[in-house]
């Protein structure tokens, strides 16, 4: 007898015989992979790199491997809770819940207003016009920001579009929408598609960084430069999201994938 359960069953028949899309959310890291810099007096994390130590040749003639080196938050990214000041007592990559991987995607469609305004900030209004159309934000489930911004993943100019100010101007999520979606939906994070969950210009913010603010205090996550949101559906996907289990890590690169019913 199978020590299969029917749901898990069919969960794997869906996937292997494509009934379920799986859609690659990731970035590709290598040492092009644009890292997030943050002004002083932060201290940024590094890019990331690459080491060959053998390719079938006299250093291993059977094998192919390699070492490589690379920030927490370098490439698609998880931010864990302890990686912010307010989310200190919170979990780290080793500590939260794994069931906390999981969770429905509401990918929230603000593409033509970033077009217009590439600082503008996911608002409470755009999250209730899309539950008017969609339904009521989940708990446990992650908020996904549109913003089309991935197109640039290969440009690291436009990617952090630095002003005259010197400031970058990419979008994020306001402060009144980062503390609705904790306290009003109980989510389990935001993801974007830019290098960090909040504006560019979001350290001139009370408090700066809000989403970071009010997001770790609530010992929610935080998920950056995604692509491929365009794939998703607005409901019904499943993110699973792996951080590395690293210990008290702050965060780890990731593999984010989504399952879609097709």
Known sequence: MSVKTELLGDL??????????????????????PVIQLPPPFKNTGGFKFKKLS?????GPVCYWNDFEAG??????????VHWVSGKDGDSVDTMPVKNMFGE????????KVE?????????????????????IPSHSFVIIHTGWDQYNSN?????NIGEDGQPHTPGISKEASIF?????????????????????????????PN????????????????????????????????LKIERGSGSPLRVLALIER
């Open 72 to 81: 927490e938050h370098c490439g698609t990214h998880f931010d864990a809770p």
């Open 212 to 243: 970071h603010h009010y997001m770790h205090q609530a010992n929610k996550y935080g998920i950056a430069q995604l692509s491929n949101i365009d794939k998703l559906p607005p409901r019904g996907a499943v993110l699973v999201v792996n951080p």
């Open 55 to 59: 390719e079938y040749d006299e250093d």
């Open 12 to 33: 794997l028949t869906g996937i292997v015989e494509e009934k379920v899309k799986i859609v690659d959310l990731t970035q590709i890291l290598n040492e092009e992979t």
């Open 105 to 112: 995607a509401c990918v929230i469609d603000i593409t033509k």
């Open 156 to 160: 690291s100019e436009k990617y952090f």
């Open 181 to 209: 979606l904790v306290e009003e939906r109980d989510i389990l994070g935001v993801g974007v598609e830019t290098v960090g969950t909040d504006a560019g210009i979001a350290g001139s913010f009370d408090p700066p960084f």
């Open 116 to 136: 217009e305004n590439p600082d503008y900030c996911l608002s409470i209004d755009d999250i209730k016009k899309f539950e008017a159309t969609h339904g009521e």
